[in-house]
């Protein structure tokens, strides 16, 4: 069955109809423009495509989206972020990179998932061209930590190779949990988001802050610690969710815990790093799934660990004692 996605001509399964996918709600609803200027939700198995992809802004109001097209795009490399359709009632992303200056690149990205990286892509990319990386659902794409990339120009007749550059990429964003927002990005003809990695001019960003592209000589010289340290001097964390993710749309209870665990697994090795003797993790009560989990890790690698003090934090936190 041929994929649904923006711009496809579509027709109804059980009713009559037709018209041009737009762009794809919260729910996963595909938002179709009927033939009659109607836009309306429908179910991607209540659709079946009739024609390729044509233009979704026929009859629509298009005022309010941001349109970006290769002309308009500066002279950097982009990390981009397109919207294909709908996989597994999720938003189906395919990741690429695009280099949109005058020469050509070598280029690798890793991937970053439990301080574990894979690289994702290598290799030359032409100057004004891109390359595609992966093609996963949004939930996949939201249990990668962060990105890295490596970039070298191509060099011609040269003695002297030419400097080579490197930073993190902060992909998870606000504006990452909401693919059905994303500018109508015509260089891709797809709803997208870009990353600006390349070069690091330093000034402001459109997506990200500046400092979350940070070169590589740069890393070792700034921290942000996850362990923050309160007035009594205690260290701890809250591992609440709306304390790590500003958004958990399309994201499940197992999904939401994966996440808090991975967390807290990068504060107790930050503590054995720094080091900190001991900390509390703020982890709530609710049925008590990420508390039972975060004491199964400690209890398998025999981490002394207690009911944080019922007066200052209740019956939702535990105290670990790191040697």
């Known amino acids: 069955m041929t994929a649904i996605r923006i711009g496809s001509k579509v027709s109804l399964l059980n009713e009559v109809g037709e018209g041009i996918v737009t762009a794809f709600n919260k729910q996963g609803m595909a938002l179709v423009m009927m033939d009659d200027g109607f836009e309306i939700p429908y179910y991607p198995n209540q659709l079946v495509v009739i024609g390729g992809m044509e233009s979704p802004s026929a009859g629509r109001d298009t005022s309010s989206i941001a349109s970006v097209n290769a002309t308009s795009l500066k ?7 397109l919207l294909e359709g709908i996989q597994k009632d999720q938003p189906k992303i395919a990741v690429r990179l695009l280099n949109q200056r005058r020469e050509a690149l070598l280029i690798a990205l890793y991937s970053e998932t439990e301080r574990v990286y894979t690289l994702e892509a290598s290799g030359e990319i032409p100057a004004g061209s891109s390359k595609t990386v992966m093609t996963v659902v949004l939930p996949e794409l939201l249990l990668k930590d962060r990105f890295f990339i490596q970039i070298q120009p191509v060099a011609g007749n040269t003695k002297i190779l030419p400097a080579s550059w490197g930073g993190y990429i902060k992909h998870q964003t606000p504006a990452m949990i909401e693919p059905s927002s994303w500018p109508q990005q015509l260089v891709f003809t797809e709803r997208a988001l870009l990353i600006e990695v390349y070069p690091d001019k330093g000034g402001n960003q459109s997506v990200i802050p500046n400092k979350d592209a940070v070169p590589r000589k740069m890393t070792a010289l ?9 007035r ?3 260290y701890e964390v809250d591992l609440h969710i709306e304390e790590l993710l500003e958004d958990t749309a399309g994201m499940d209870n ?3 815990i994966r996440h808090q665990l991975r967390h807290f697994e990068k504060c107790l090795d930050e503590a054995k790093r720094r080091p900190v003797k ?7 009560v609710g049925k008590g799934r990420l508390r039972d989990e975060i004491r199964k890790l400690l209890k398998a690698e025999d981490i002394e660990h207690y009911d944080a003090p019922l007066s200052k934090y209740g019956y939702g ?3 670990i004692i790191v040697k």
């Open 232 to 234: 009594d001097g205690n």
């Open 317 to 319: 936190a535990t105290e």
């Open 254 to 256: 197992a999904e939401i």
């Open 278 to 284: 001991k900390f509390v993790a703020i982890h709530g």
């Open 75 to 81: 002279e950097s490399v982009y990390l981009a972020f």
């Open 222 to 230: 700034s921290q942000d610690w996850l362990l923050k340290q309160g």
